[in-house]
């Protein structure tokens, strides 16, 4: 089994920054893909940002140039740095992980941006 914990969410204001961490524990082999996704109430959830295994990342053009994805391997961890955050950024944050024929996800963690 996988767990993963997010955090480093909360209320700024808009133009302000965030730093999100995904702390991945348990039995974790041959990462494929990790990434952060978003959902806002009634609506599906959406690719933020992802990474490969072999580091290449991809980005929505909601958030290119303002968001930038990393993952720290000797720690397990996947962040997201959030810059210049919008009103529209507002959602719940969750972190993805997908292994050979799994995926886990984490509980979330809320953004709110105030305009």
């Known amino acids: 089994q996988v767990q993963l914990v997010e955090s480093g969410g909360g209320l700024v204001q808009a133009g302000s920054s965030l730093r999100l961490s995904c702390a991945a524990s348990?039995?974790?082999?041959?990462?494929?893909?990790m990434g952060w996704y978003r959902q806002v109430a009634g609506k599906q959830r959406e690719l933020v940002a992802g990474i490969t295994s072999g580091g290449n990342t991809n980005y929505a053009d909601f958030v290119k140039g303002r968001f930038t994805i990393s993952r720290d391997n000797a720690k397990n961890t996947l962040y997201l740095q959030m810059n210049s955050l919008k009103p529209e950024d507002t959602a719940v944050y969750y972190c993805?992980?997908?292994?050979?024929?799994?995926?886990?996800w984490g509980q979330g963690t809320q953004v709110t941006v105030s305009s």
């Open positions: 993805n992980l997908k292994v050979i024929g799994s995926s886990y």
């Open positions: 348990g039995s974790i082999f041959s990462i494929n893909f």
